[in-house]
C-alpha cells in the first residue's frame, strides 16, 4: 500500500495548490462582474473545498476506500437533503443576494424605495439589505423580499422631479397666472428655465387646478429635493400675491331648495312661549 498511499499524498497536495490558483483566479474574475466582497469571499471559498473535496475523494479510491467513499458520499447527500429543507429561506435570501449582486439594480448609498420603506441603502448582505430611513430608522430587510418585490431606485438617473399642484380662482387670468408661476420658480437660483414646465390639469370643487414641474439634479440627499420644494412654493405664493392671483379656499354651496325660514322660526317661538 506504500506506492499507493504516496500517491495519493502527490494528488492531495496537487489538488490543493489547484485549489487555491482557482480561488484566486475566481475573485479576479467575480471582482469583474460584482463588487459584492462577502459574495466573492464566499463563493471562492465554496469552489476551494470543492477542488480539495475532489482531490480527497480521488486520493481515497487510490487507496481503495471506495467502499468508505460512497458510505460519506450518501451520508453527505441526506444530510444536505435535509439542510435544505431547514435552510430553505435562508438560502432564498442568499440566492436572492447573489442574483442582485450580480445585476446590480442599486449600490450602496443608493436612495431607494422598497418593501414600504424608503431611505439609503447602508449596506448589501448576502442575507440582507439594510437601509436607514430619512426618520433616522435602521431597517434589514430580506434579500427575498426586496428581489421580488418592485423596486424605486431615486438615484439611478441623478434627476428627478418635483410636481406642486396649485389652484387658481375661477375668475383668474387662466394663462397669466400660469406665466407667473413658472418664472417664479425659474428665478429660484440653480434652477434652470428649460427645466421648469406647468399645465392646467382640472376643473377642482372651488379651483381650476394646474401642475407645476421641475426637473432637479439629484445627489442622493433628500434635503436637497425638500429644499426646492419650499422653496418653489415660498416663490409661487409670493408671486401670485404681488400680480393680485387668489388662491381659493375649499367652498361649498348649499341648495335648500323653496324652504321657509320664516315659518320655520316662527314655529320655534311659538314653542318657546
Do not use: C
Not at 33 to 59: E, H, K, R, W
Not at 206 to 211: E, G, L, V
Amino acid at each position: 500500500m506504500l506506492p499507493n498511499f504516496l500517491v495519493a499524498v502527490v494528488v492531495v497536495i496537487f489538488f490543493a495548490l489547484l485549489a487555491k490558483l482557482t480561488r484566486s483566479l475566481f475573485k479576479r474574475l467575480m471582482k469583474r462582474i460584482t463588487d459584492n466582497v462577502s459574495l466573492t469571499s464566499l463563493m471562492g471559498s465554496v469552489l476551494y473545498l470543492t477542488v480539495l473535496a475532489l482531490g480527497a475523494f480521488i486520493a481515497w479510491s487510490i487507496l481503495k476506500l471506495d467502499g468508505a467513499v460512497t458510505s460519506l458520499l450518501a451520508g453527505a447527500g441526506v444530510i444536505g437533503l435535509a439542510l435544505g429543507f431547514a435552510l430553505q429561506e435562508i438560502a432564498s435570501n442568499f440566492i436572492a443576494g447573489t442574483m442582485m449582486s450580480i445585476r446590480k439594480p442599486f449600490k450602496e448609498g443608493d436612495l431607494i424605495e422598497t418593501n414600504d420603506f424608503y431611505g439609503k441603502v447602508e449596506k448589501i448582505h448576502l442575507r440582507t439589505t439594510d437601509l436607514i430611513t430619512l426618520q433616522g430608522q435602521y431597517v434589514m430587510i430580506p434579500n427575498a423580499e426586496v428581489f421580488k418585490k418592485p423596486i424605486i431606485n431615486y438615484s439611478r438617473l441623478r434627476r428627478r422631479r418635483i410636481d406642486i399642484e396649485v389652484g387658481v380662482h375661477y375668475n383668474t387670468h387662466l394663462a397669466q397666472a400660469l406665466d407667473v408661476a413658472v418664472k417664479a420658480v425659474q428665478g429660484i437660483s440653480g434652477v434652470k428655465p428649460d427645466d421648469v414646465g406647468a399645465s392646467y390639469s382640472e376643473f377642482g370643487s372651488s379651483s381650476i387646478n394646474f401642475t407645476i414641474r421641475i426637473w432637479q439634479k439629484f445627489t442622493n440627499q433628500e434635503a436637497d429635493y425638500l429644499a426646492l420644494r419650499h422653496q418653489a412654493v415660498l416663490a409661487i405664493k409670493q408671486a401670485f400675491d404681488q400680480n393680485g392671483i387668489t388662491i381659493p379656499f375649499p367652498m361649498r354651496t348649499l341648495d335648500l331648495g323653496d324652504v321657509n325660514f320664516k315659518e320655520i322660526f316662527s314655529t320655534y317661538r311659538e314653542k318657546e312661549r
